[in-house]
């Protein structure tokens, strides 16, 4: 696999030439959307409510790891959903109903069908799709964890096991713990001056993003199954539970290491042009393995991140078509295109995260840029 070299010069790409032939892909790209999208993505939704059905059929006899897998898919599969329709990966798919576009996906009541979370999917798609895609690898950029761990997880004064205890009990519990408030957070800083969230703001989080998680998936959801016994019942909250953490952990697996790792830089100045904005998110950002609907799946299509952030709105089925040329590219202007497992690519975010190694930084990354100002993308 590809990876960041030491002697790799951003100064040397030749932008002007890149972000000509991304431009030219992109129009490849849009011109071969169809019905074919909108069918890719029916069937992976399939998917996702098949583990429900069978978490939840099952789930009843007693704790077993069988249903919890189940529901944790069912869960994970939502998360995908929301990121790929809320970036309006299907707003131009031919046929694409109103609630599979990002105008009506978890919009008002359809939030309990579409996307019943800890997290508000306003305060999600603020935070995520105009904050972190706008100042990927920057320090305006929310997720940039190697940031956020410093003074905590990468304390060298902490000893290293606490802090690997630490990032632990983060992954199992980072959507409630860390994901929800700060995402409502960013939301609301828009209208305010930087600092945490107020007593309004927080009540908020638990009445809007907890409440309702908690009483459909730990409360409702098992007392649905006391008319079998109270055995049943409690059977079906240990697999939520069970389910809770594995969604967590998962969910976290695959998003954590998009952009974390000693072979990824950090940008301590904005990116002045589109043909720089484009060459700073690939070399902020890292690939899993790639390909099949399977692998695509349990990775929820979070293993296309240099594609997502070089085209944000594009459909699951497009990631799959456009990562060989998006490579190709990378390889023609001598661009490192970083491609590992989510195993590597977890270690090394990991080492980030507890401060064993640093990410690569760029003061500024040349003057060879477009002449357009950079526009971040708005969602």
């Known amino acids: 696999m590809s990876r960041a070299t030491p002697d790799f010069d951003?100064?040397?790409?030749?932008?002007?030439?890149?972000?000509?032939?991304?431009?030219?892909?992109r129009a490849e790209v849009d011109a071969s959307v169809s019905e074919e999208d909108l069918k890719h993505l029916r069937r992976i939704e399939r998917w996702g409510r098949t583990a429900t059905v069978i978490g939840l059929a099952t789930s009843w006899v007693m704790p077993n790891p069988l249903s919890a897998v189940g529901l944790c898919l069912g869960r994970s599969t939502r998360w995908l959903l929301m990121h790929h329709v809320g970036h309006r990966g299907y707003d131009r798919v031919p046929g694409a109903p109103a609630e599979r576009t990002s105008k009506g996906f978890a919009k008002g009541r359809r939030r309990f069908i579409d996307w019943l979370d800890w997290i508000l999917p306003d305060a999600w798609v603020y935070e995520h799709n105009v904050l972190h895609h706008s100042h990927t690898g920057e320090d305006a950029d929310p997720d940039l964890l190697e940031r956020n761990a410093e003074g905590t997880l990468r304390d060298p004064s902490r000893p290293l096991a606490l802090r690997y205890l630490q990032l632990a009990l983060l992954a199992i519990t980072w959507r409630a713990s860390y994901y929800s408030p700060e995402t409502l957070a960013s939301l609301r800083r828009k209208h305010r001056p930087n600092g945490p969230l107020t007593r309004d703001e927080w009540r908020e989080v638990l009445?809007?993003?907890?409440?309702?998680?908690?009483?459909?998936?730990?409360?409702?959801?098992?007392a649905l199954f006391l008319p079998l016994g109270m055995w049943a019942a409690f059977s079906v909250l240990c697999n939520s539970l069970m389910a809770e953490v594995l969604t967590n952990f998962h969910t976290f697996l695959v998003v954590g290491p998009n952009h974390t790792g000693e072979d990824l830089y950090r940008f301590d100045s904005s990116p002045q042009g589109r043909g720089e904005r484009y060459l700073a998110q690939v070399i902020g950002s890292a690939n899993y393995r790639t390909g099949g609907d399977l692998n695509d799946y349990l990775h929820l299509w979070l293993n296309y991140q240099i594609e997502h952030h070089v085209f944000p709105d594009l459909s699951m089925l497009q990631y799959q078509r456009v990562q060989p040329k998006v490579r190709a590219l990378c390889e023609k202007y001598g661009i490192p295109y970083v491609q590992e497992s989510v195993w590597t690519r977890a270690r090394k975010m990991v080492d980030i995260i507890v401060g064993k190694s640093s990410m690569r930084r760029i003061a500024r990354l040349g003057s060879a840029s477009s002449a357009e100002g950079s526009i971040p993308e708005v969602a």
Not at 10 to 23: C, I, K, M
Not at 207 to 222: C, D, M, R, T
């Open 10 to 25: 951003p100064a040397s790409v030749d932008v002007e030439g890149f972000l000509r032939d991304v431009r030219a892909l």
């Open 207 to 222: 009445l809007s993003g907890y409440a309702p998680y908690i009483a459909w998936n730990f409360v409702l959801l098992p």
